[in-house]
């Protein structure tokens, strides 16, 4: 809990600080966040994560000294461990030897670390970093606002999604008078991709389909398609979104050709239709709105029943409920 991890970083000196691989908005910003607090208490600390980062988040102050390695040998007091479910997620081999504190905001968590501070009622991992400032007594520093308001703004969709709540929008309130240009946050996020990605996007609309009922749609990305493209890792972040813009569509079905046989989905809905029940079937999980898994067999079989299983949990769902909703045009999406 938050009072552990005020006094550990009281009482100790050297810290480091991960997140999982393929890191988002959240985990690079978070870590970052926390790495200049600790600094500015006069701890020594640094970010170290397995893998590239992705170029949305290389502009953020203390990006360009984010160690990336495969292994740690007892170099530190502590290790934080963000956003992870457990401590393998971050891909570091050696960490179970360290003294780790997991902080995170997905009541899923594993409870893994030495120190566990698990908050689910914060949008993102960067609110808690914002707490623990204030709770240590540390002054908001530029660099800390950037980095945690960045982290803020790509876990609730530019303040789009049901996770957004007041006391989001008060620290984002409180991020914007420590200096955070929020358009500069917004153009690295948004606007920053190769032209790769439009290209990528194009074959994938292409593939776009609708059940009879016209609210379920489902897409395909092939391996072919990323080649010819050029697409990079990332390039087809936020796709599976695309039909939810449709007023029509209650969920969205993206499955990416991982290798021969093997696919990687992803399911988004809006309002009470559930895809995590869905993705558990399958040997996944995420949010009620916002799930994932791995399958392997033959592309259509699996497709229809997939799609199938969308359309039963949309007929299960209460039909005034749907029909109140489309026809106020309103939109729950995470
Ligand atoms: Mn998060």
């Known amino acids: 809990m938050l ?3 005020v006094e550990l970083i009281e009482n100790k000196q050297k810290f480091g600080i991960t997140t999982h691989i393929k890191p988002d908005g959240d985990g690079v910003g978070s870590s970052l966040g926390l790495c200049w607090l600790l600094r500015s208490l006069g701890k020594t600390a640094e970010v170290i994560v397995h893998g590239d980062l992705p170029a949305a988040y290389r502009t953020l102050p203390g990006a360009d000294q984010i160690r990336n390695i495969k292994r740690v040998d007892n170099e530190y007091d502590a290790v934080f461990v963000i956003e992870c479910s457990d401590l393998d997620r971050p891909g570091i081999a050696g960490l179970e030897n360290e003294f780790t504190v997991n902080i995170d905001h997905h ?3 594993g409870h893994f670390g030495t120190i566990n501070w698990i908050d689910s009622t914060a949008s993102a991992v960067g609110e808690m970093i914002y707490n623990l400032c204030k709770a240590i007594g540390g002054r908001v520093t530029r ?3 950037e980095c945690v308001y960045m982290a803020l703004v790509t876990d609730t969709g530019s303040f789009h999604f049901s996770n ?3 006391r989001t929008l008060k ?3 409180e991020l914007i008078k420590a200096g955070v240009k929020p358009e500069e946050i917004s153009e690295a996020v948004y ?3 190769p032209w790769s990605r439009i290209e990528l996007m194009r074959h994938v609309i292409g593939t776009i389909k609708r059940d009879e009922s016209g609210r379920v749609a489902w897409m395909r990305q092939t391996l072919e398609m990323k080649e010819s493209s050029g697409a990079v890792d990332g390039d087809n972040n936020g796709f599976v979104n695309i039909p939810l813009a449709s007023k029509e569509i209650l969920a ?3 499955m990416r050709e ?4 093997l696919y990687r989905v992803s399911l988004r809905s809006k309002g009470s239709v559930n895809v995590a029940r869905i993705a558990e079937q399958f040997g996944g999980g995420g949010h009620r709105n916002a799930a994932g898994f791995s399958v392997e067999g033959n592309w259509d079989e699996k497709e229809v029943e997939i799609v199938s299983k969308l359309i039963e949990t949309i007929e299960a769902a209460d039909e005034d409920w749907v029909e109140s909703r489309r026809a106020d045009g309103e939109i729950i999406a995470v």
């Open 3 to 5: 009072s552990q991890v």
């Open 107 to 109: 009541a899923t968590s």
């Open 143 to 145: 660099e800390i606002a």
């Open 164 to 166: 957004t709540t007041d």
């Open 171 to 173: 620290v984002a309130s």
């Open 191 to 193: 606007n920053n991709y």
């Open 252 to 254: 969205a079905v993206y």
């Open 258 to 261: 991982v290798s021969a046989n």
